[in-house]
């Protein structure tokens, strides 16, 4: 078996001049939803985890139930537990990550 790890080119993904969108779910159910623009500190730290992150993510075809969902104009980020898939025009790839890693995120 040959396992590849991606790299995914965020500064194709995301727009540094637009604002992202943070929706939470529970059971499928949205339960929260806010909007953060480039001079709040939780979308700079969001930026900063993103470009810490830009290797070891893997292809996938699974579809995921939305859990905390952060989105912008060309991308999605789903932080599920201990996994987290981007969305993206490129694809969608996922990645193992730990969750306190994105906790920040919640409100």
Do not use: H
Request: charged fraction near 20%; glycine fraction near 6%; hydrophobic fraction near 35%.
């Amino acid at each position: 078996m040959l396992l590849v790890s991606c790299k995914i080119d965020t500064d194709q993904i995301i727009n540094s001049n637009e604002s992202i969108k943070i929706n939470t779910f529970n059971n499928g159910t949205q339960t929260n939803e806010y909007s953060l623009n480039q001079s709040d500190g939780k979308y700079i730290k969001f930026i900063s985890w993103v470009n810490a992150n830009k290797q070891g993510w893997e292809p996938t075809l699974v579809t995921y139930a939305p859990s905390l969902l952060v989105s912008g104009k060309n991308f999605s980020f789903n932080f599920m537990g201990g996994d987290v898939v981007v969305n993206c025009e490129s694809g969608q790839f996922a990645k193992k990550i730990q969750p306190e890693e994105y906790e920040f995120l919640r409100k």
